[in-house]
């Protein structure tokens, strides 16, 4: 495929309701995973399951682009096609994560997402290994006294200094700032939190000279708190995100892409397509889920190569339904 602009590589990773197959957990968060279902987290364990997810038949149509970690970019399938190229032939882009994790910001519980020293020459190697887009994930927590506006404003303008690094590499840079679902805060927390961490993001994008035509935004869906007694309705969910994009988000970005953050991998769809439902936006409103198209995938695996294609059937379902869930046509009947 080719592409003359970062905005076409964009528009092309969230076109006809495709979206992203978040496949970049670290070796200790991939181990946590397959902890979950007694594997071993072994190089060719890791490989073996990924293999198998991007050789799903439901990978084609469904999804624009699959975000690797860097062990997996630089990984050969089994009979030697290396994996790059078999996410290409499913006609989706391969991307990358390039941040390095999280430092604590002094004794305090919020963190600052680290990585911009050797940005710059990682990316150029990441280039010539077929990345077409990378993801930057900075975290943001609820509670006393947080997000404070430091931790924010550290966030933020460390993911738009990432984004012209990125875009100066001829990639789409994804910006990933995740408030996280922990705690037992309100929707209207999460609301405030949120709309705080676009709004300030936003600035410093434009203050760097970011091409917002050329970014994908991956933000969490607005929600109560995981631990809030009240949980707000899926209805509720989607219309208090979708105010919140609306308030923050400029319509020029192509593609909004969530992330799953912990929810359910059905209320991840209904939510979605709850909100294309409502409509009434420029912005391309689609998924960059981990758990969320993963779960039912790996319990179905569970290690045995003889499981692989009731892991990919598992993979492939998710896939369409979230498809479905851009375009606002999913229904939970679907779902049987
Ligand atoms: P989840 O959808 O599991 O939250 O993962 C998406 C992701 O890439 C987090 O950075």
Known sequence: MNFNSLNEIASYIVSDGKGILAADESNPTC?????????????????????????????????????????????????????????????????????????AIGDSEESLTQGLDGLDERLKEYFELGAKFTKWRAVINIGEGMPSSEAISANMEALADYAKIVQNNNMVPMVEPEVLMDGAHSIDDCYDATSRCLESLFSYLTDRGVDITGTILKPNMVTSGSKASNQASIEEVAQRTVDCLKANVPESLPGITFLSGGQSDVDATAHLDAMNKIGGFNWKLSFSYGRALQQPALKAWMGQSENGSLAQEALSHRALMNKLASEGKWDQSLEN
């Open 31 to 103: 181990t946590k995973r397959f902890d979950s279902i007694g594997v071993e987290s072994t190089e060719e364990n890791r490989r073996d399951y990924r293999e198998l997810l991007f050789r799903a038949e439901g990978m084609k149509g469904n999804i624009g682009g699959v975000i690797l970690f860097d062990e997996t970019i630089r990984q050969k399938a089994a009979d030697g096609t290396s994996l790059v190229d078999i996410i290409n032939a499913k006609g989706a882009l391969p991307g990358i994560k390039v941040d390095k994790g999280l430092s």
